[in-house]
């Protein structure tokens, strides 16, 4: 099972993620995570990443693609992997499909996490984290018991800046402009998977196994 995994910030693909790992045993590809082991093992395309890196700069998809060839090409990728947070726009799909193609692969399928924008922004901008022990909680859904304090330590519980409103805001507005337009691409190929992202855990991921027919 070769899966690219789409969803919006907050959507909860990373749990499912998570539950497909330990079913199938397939590995999660995160190309932040590529980078930064490649970076660490100081690889001709860590080494490459790092300059662009260093600088500020993105690091090309080129770079980026030859980190996922490598990777996909390693013996626990025979059965499948789960592709995370790459391809993150149309020109990137394109250039991993050829990729695959000259390797004799294909994708089997994209499998899109859907969730109404406002439960994204209650879902993210709701989270609250503890200064004491870094519990973390969310005003809509998983309150503390006393405002503003930690249940476990009596912490001081605090917004992150990355869960404010307007960074919220434009991480979804970069979300819809670059990465949303992957679901048409995906759904013109044949290969796009639709679940509902919004209620009990692990009645998305029953819903997620009989979308992609393994359930």
Do not use: W
Request: with cysteine; proline share 3%; net charge negative.
């Amino acid at each position: 099972m070769k899966l690219v995994l789409l969803g919006a910030p907050g959507a909860g693909k990373g749990t499912q993620a998570k539950k497909l790992i330990e079913k199938f045993g397939i590995p999660q590809i995160s190309t932040g995570d590529l980078l930064r082991a490649a970076v660490a093992a100081g690889t001709e395309l860590g080494k490459e990443a790092k300059t662009y890196m260093d600088k500020g700069e993105l690091v090309p998809d080129s770079v980026v693609l030859g980190m996922v060839q490598e990777r996909i090409k390693q013996d626990d990728c025979k059965e499948g992997y789960i592709l995370d947070g790459f391809p993150r726009n149309t020109v990137q799909a394109e250039a991993l499909d050829k990729m695959l193609a000259e390797l004799g692969m294909s994708l089997d399928a994209a499998l899109s996490v859907e969730v109404p924008t406002e439960d994204l922004m209650k879902r993210l901008t709701g989270r609250r984290t503890c200064a004491g022990c870094n519990q973390m909680y969310n005003i809509h859904f998983q309150a503390p018991a006393e405002e503003g304090k930690c249940d476990k330590c009596s912490g001081e519980l605090f917004q992150r800046d990355d869960d404010k409103e307007e960074t919220i805001t434009k991480r979804l507005e970069v979300y819809q402009e670059q990465t949303a337009p992957l679901i048409d691409y995906y759904r013109e190929k044949g290969i796009l998977k639709s679940v509902t992202g919004t209620g009990d855990i692990d009645e998305i991921f029953q819903n997620v196994l009989q979308t992609l027919g393994v359930g």
